[in-house]
């Protein structure tokens, strides 16, 4: 039986990192959902394919094969699209962009979802994205919901592009987050939504340690509960 740990909420929650973090501390394996949709976002543009171009689209997605690869003893992954590693291209300003569009697609979400689950099978697993607890994994062990004040999470995103060289203004990231907040919860499926039964945690004010350690102690008492 496999253990899963499935972490919704919106960007510049600290999802990734906390995900990441906890992944290499606790030894389970890190599926970065998100990082499925930003696949498919990619090769459309690698193809000049528009967002108008829903057909076009669709048809890639028989012709993509996404891997992730958790790097030994770190907190980081590797994305593999058709074998090539995209883990830096995908967070571009230009998938960015357009990556909450192509992922509410119903086929290209249909599709993603069965990758995600496959990705997950028979291991031991923390995923996170927006629809882990509602719609991927509804029976997961654990569930959690990351949110944040949407200025915090702007301020967070902007930090994070600068380290990475992502040259983006604080009111194009701001602007950024809402318009996909706005379509990650008006999705058709798999919106984003709080599940009844995910433990809310408001991390405005706390910092990413603090987190950390009250998504461990949430896990540790489960774990301590299904006896694992
Ligand atoms: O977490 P992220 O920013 O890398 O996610 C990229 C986009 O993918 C985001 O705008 C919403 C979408 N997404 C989704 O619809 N469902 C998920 N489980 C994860 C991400």
Do not use: H, W
């Not at 976002?41 to 193809?47: E, G, T």
């Not at 171009?53 to 593999?80: A, H, V």
């Not at 249909?110 to 029976?139: C, H, S, W």
């Amino acid at each position: 039986m496999s253990f899963v740990v499935a972490i919704d909420g919106p960007a510049g929650t600290g999802k990734g990192t906390i995900t990441g973090l906890i992944s290499k501390e606790m030894g389970l394996v890190n599926i970065d959902t998100g990082a499925t949709y930003r696949c498919v976002a990619l090769q459309a543009i690698r193809n000049n394919i528009k967002l108008e171009e829903k057909q076009k689209i669709i048809s890639l997605l028989d012709k993509i094969t996404i891997d992730i690869k958790n790097n030994k003893g770190k907190e980081t992954q590797t994305i593999l699209l058709n074998g090539e590693d995209v883990t830096k291209e995908i967070r571009s300003k230009e998938v960015t962009k357009i990556v909450s569009q192509v992922s509410s697609i119903v086929e290209v979400r249909l599709k993603m979802v069965e990758v995600q689950r496959n990705l997950a099978k028979g291991k031991d697993v923390i995923m996170e994205g927006r629809d882990i607890t509602t719609y991927v994994f509804p029976n997961a062990d654990v569930k959690i919901y990351l949110d944040a004040d949407e200025n915090e999470r702007a301020k967070r995103r902007y930090l994070e592009n600068q380290e990475k060289g992502i040259n983006m203004s604080f009111e194009e990231v701001l602007e950024n987050i809402r318009i996909r907040d706005e379509n990650d919860k008006n999705k058709e499926i798999g919106s984003l939504k709080i599940a009844e039964d995910a433990v809310y945690i408001d991390t405005t004010n706390l910092t990413i340690e603090q987190v950390k350690q009250k998504v461990r102690n949430i896990i540790e008492n489960s774990k301590l509960k299904s006896n694992i």
